[in-house]
């Protein structure tokens, strides 16, 4: 292998030997404005002069006639692969040059002025780059690419991780099944053995750009009496969308959760269209909730809305916060947290949005009908038709309103927003509501009023997240009020006030960083509810120990008469590169807790800890978790010991599988349903690649998913060439997508798999292809140049495959041996026939 890179070696000297003598030429040439390169081969040491072919390198990126499968890269940004053509120019029968056509021109992105100035060649097939002034087309074989370089004046608005509609890709059509599985199983002292198993997920297909997807949820509770079993399978949630990049909006069709930032949420059967903020750049899109709470053992936290789970995870003992909720979520969301102990604490969390503003200009709307529906299909309460709207008027003002309308419920909105500067956002509005149920004679009509404020410090490191104020008459029923009013025939709750702040605040001096939330409800008929959640963070150094955390997290719910306070402190010391030991302290009602834990990364995609403790009854316990990130799917489990209590194990398993007539394959997931990618490594298996937040490797037919990428955004996926296997090359290491929402987009890598060798390349009358000769696998990737006498460093090399090569209007095609040695690879002798010969018997 030494001497065949050493016989590489020398190819490209005297390659660069030839180009480096040619430097002279080429500037005269262009200087007179000629295309063709005159190549001086006297400073080649060839032993045949005559059979020398530079046909390919005398002129720039010469690219012989024909169809390529090749990457489009605008200026610095990558489309989808593509089939381009070369054709000669009409002014030039030996040229070359790529074909754009319109198909490929609305991908470009070019401005509707830019656009009214292209003129066509080839019979109006293909865009003249010369009638835009400065637009230049590059083909690279080596790369596989078609290089285009626009003045940004031709070009629509992007930014750095952001395309304009017209690059959007829609993705391929294929089937998708994510899942989220979790089992338990407790041995309770006292009360037997008890097993649990959970899960829930999204099926869906995709076709063009419309997606059907169904939301599936399950569980099943076996206690040690075995009559209590209970079983519960249902789907949650059919439903069909798609994106209007026209409109900047998202059509959906079926069942469906009211998205409102003005009224109730409910869930109605039904048509909705909507603006959709993630169709904007990244810095003009909306918030999203999250939930924070402290466990007080290993638990699982399940989020949920009217019935239908939207996330359910494993944490462990101690705060946790969860911000993976898709930001279409609004409205109250049910918490849940199981602790392992068999006990549960449940609260609700409001998806309180900041101030309603929009842009100058723009407008933003939100229109749905249908009839509200049960968590079993059936339907809720009458037809509703809504419809709310928000209108940039200037540069800090904003109008908007909406109205809910049915034959027994009628509520109307108005409410105006200010960009406050320096001073933050506010918006205040009114609604008022009037309602009537089958068994009520009078109707009710009430107002609820709402007054909201958000604002950051930069100057102090503080930023109000929320804050607002809402005030309800007693006759005034919100759109969920009044449907649970129609359901039970009379009021379950009557809203009066509700105050909700959240604040998170920095302290640079002390490396502190600190986060508040607070929310007060009461009611007209039955006691009021609070919620406190404060937390500390700090990083110290002490000696040698560097980035020592400090924290502190306290809550207080009271809900109907129930109180619950905690407290959890923690002090983690780094230790090794990727370990840590901490300690912790809890107190939860009434009781306290000590723990001191180890943990420690094996690598980025494996992690465990090991924890003991002690209670205020001196009860020992202990627990061991481990964490596994694997390609196919997330696994955790752990392991829990409560002396004289309970003992219990769990598993979970998150993943999800993609089905396509380009590839399958078994991915890991986070958010059922979302964004994701197909990559295909050209059959290679063992390529590893990195996607954003996720490392993983083409499986045995060469496939990969990556998932939970950004909806319209610019993702970015590139191979780890560190870690490419010996027989592999990637002559394409870099993919970018921009998908719509829930598109299973499709990306190819040229990786060139196979062995390397030096080979001598003969014709049947025993002479070699010319020097400079061009040599390319059945892909039409170039693996090799062909030196004097025939000689070639050939990579891609497998049994049985053919190569062609090609010089000036000729090719040959090499038909590689059906079984290559180790000991043949030092130096092959491979025949090439022309078209038309007979097939010769390739020698080692």
Excluded at 454 to 464: A, H, L, M, T
Excluded at 469 to 481: A, I, K
Excluded at 551 to 568: E, I, N, P, Q, T
Excluded at 659 to 671: F, I, P, R
Aim: aromatic share 10%.
């Amino acid at each position: 292998m030494k001497q065949n890179n050493l016989n590489f070696l020398a190819i490209s000297i005297r390659i660069g030997l030839l180009l480096t003598g040619s430097a002279v030429s080429l500037w005269l040439n262009n200087a007179w404005g000629g295309n063709d390169i005159q190549f001086n081969t006297d400073v080649l040491d060839a032993s045949d002069r005559d059979n020398i072919d530079m046909s390919q390198f005398s002129r720039r990126g010469f690219i012989m006639p024909g169809e390529y499968t090749m990457t489009l890269r605008v200026n610095k940004q990558e489309l989808p692969e593509q089939l381009i053509r070369f054709y000669p120019p009409d002014n030039d029968p030996k040229g070359s040059e790529a074909c754009i056509t319109a198909e490929m021109v609305e991908e470009l992105a070019l401005t509707t002025k830019a656009q009214k100035k292209i003129t066509w060649w080839h019979d109006g097939e293909c865009m003249a780059p010369d009638s835009l002034p400065g637009v230049t087309l590059r083909g690279d074989l080596s790369t596989t690419s078609l290089y285009a370089s626009i003045p940004q004046a031709y070009l629509e608005y992007t930014s750095e991780n952001w395309d304009p509609p017209s690059r959007w890709d829609n993705g391929i059509p294929g089937v998708i099944l994510d899942y989220n599985l979790n089992m338990q199983n407790r041995q309770q002292q006292g009360k037997g053995e008890s097993r649990n198993f959970s899960g829930n997920g999204t099926l869906g297909m995709n076709m063009g750009p419309w997606r059907l997807r169904a939301d599936w949820q399950a569980r099943v509770d076996s206690p040690s009496t075995e009559n209590q079993r209970q079983e519960n399978w249902s789907w949650s949630r059919y439903y069909l969308y798609r994106a209007l990049p026209q409109l900047g909006a998202k059509l959906e069709l079926g069942e469906n959760y009211l998205d409102t930032d003005i009224f109730d949420a409910y869930r109605f059967s039904g048509v909705s269209l909507k603006s959709d903020d993630a169709m904007l750049p990244p810095d003009l899109r909306g918030y999203a909730p999250e939930v924070t709470g402290v466990a007080r053992t290993n638990a699982r936290v399940v989020i949920s809305q009217q019935g239908r789970v939207l996330e359910e995870t494993q944490v462990a003992a101690g705060p946790f916060r969860i911000q993976n909720i898709n930001d279409a979520v609004t409205g109250e969301l049910d918490v849940r947290v199981e602790e392992q102990d068999g006990t549960a604490q449940t609260f609700k969390v409001q998806t309180a949005n900041i101030p309603y503003l929009t842009r100058p200009g723009s407008v933003r709307y939100k229109l749905a009908a249908g009839r509200p529906t049960d968590f079993r299909h059936h339907n809720a309460g009458p037809l509703l038709g809504t419809g709310e709207f928000s209108w940039g008027v200037s540069n800090g003002w904003s109008l908007y309103g909406g109205t809910v309308g049915g034959e027994n419920y009628q509520a109307l909105a108005a409410g105006i927003g200010r960009d406050l500067m320096i001073l933050g956002a506010m918006s205040f509005d009114i609604t008022e509501s009037r309602a009537k149920t089958p068994r009520e004679e009078d109707s009710l009509t009430g107002r609820s009023y709402r007054l909201s404020y958000s604002k950051k410090f930069d100057r102090y490191d503080s930023q109000i997240t929320f804050a607002g104020y809402r005030f309800s008459e007693r006759n005034y029923l919100g759109v969920s009020e009044f449907l649970d009013m129609w359901h039970r025939g009379e009021r379950a709750y009557s809203s009066k006030e509700m105050y909700t702040i959240s604040l998170n605040k920095q302290f640079s001096s002390l490396n502190l960083g600190s986060y508040f939330n607070y929310s007060h409800q009461t009611y007209w008929d039955q006691p009021e509810s609070n919620r406190y959640d404060l937390s500390l963070s700090r990083y110290v150094d002490i000696g040698r120990f560097k980035n020592i955390s400090l924290s502190l997290a306290a809550y207080r719910y009271k809900y109907s008469g129930v109180k619950d306070d905690g407290m959890y402190l923690s002090l983690s010391i780094p230790f090794a590169d990727n370990a840590s030991i901490s300690y912790s302290g809890t107190l939860s009602r009434g009781e306290n807790s000590h723990r001191v834990s180890y943990y420690d990364r094996i690598n980025e995609s494996n992690s465990y800890q090991l924890s003991s403790g002690i209670n205020d009854r001196r009860k020992y316990s202990a627990s061991a978790s481990y964490d596994h990130k694997g390609e196919y799917a997330e696994v955790n489990t752990n392991a829990s010991y409560q002396q004289g209590s309970y003992s219990a194990i769990s598993l979970g398993i998150r993943g999800g599988v993609v089905a396509t007539l380009n590839g399958a394959a078994l991915h890991s997931n986070g958010n059922p349903g979302s964004t994701r990618v197909l990559l295909d490594t050209d059959s290679v298996a063992g390529i590893p690649m990195h996607g954003p937040g996720i490392n993983t490797r083409s499986n045995y037919f060469g496939k990969a998913v990556v998932a939970d990428l950004g909806s319209y955004y610019r993702n970015r996926i590139s191979i780890d060439l560190t870690k490419l296997p010996d027989n592999a090359e990637a002559q394409t290491s870099v993919v970018q997508a921009t998908l719509t929402e829930g598109a299973i987009g499709y990306r190819r890598f040229n990786v060139i798999a196979g062995e390397k060798a030096l080979a001598v390349i003969r014709l049947a009358d025993g002479s070699a292809p010319p020097f400079g000769a061009s040599v390319l696998n059945k892909e039409k990737q170039e693996v090799g140049i062909v030196n004097d006498d025939g000689s070639a460093y050939l990579s891609g090399i497998n049994p049985g495959d053919e190569m062609m090569v090609s010089w000036s209007d000729r090719q040959c095609v090499i038909a590689l041996p059906a079984t290559i040695s180790e000991s043949s690879l030092g130096r092959l002798i491979l025949p090439c026939r022309l078209k038309g010969e007979k097939d010769n018997k390739p020698a080692a």
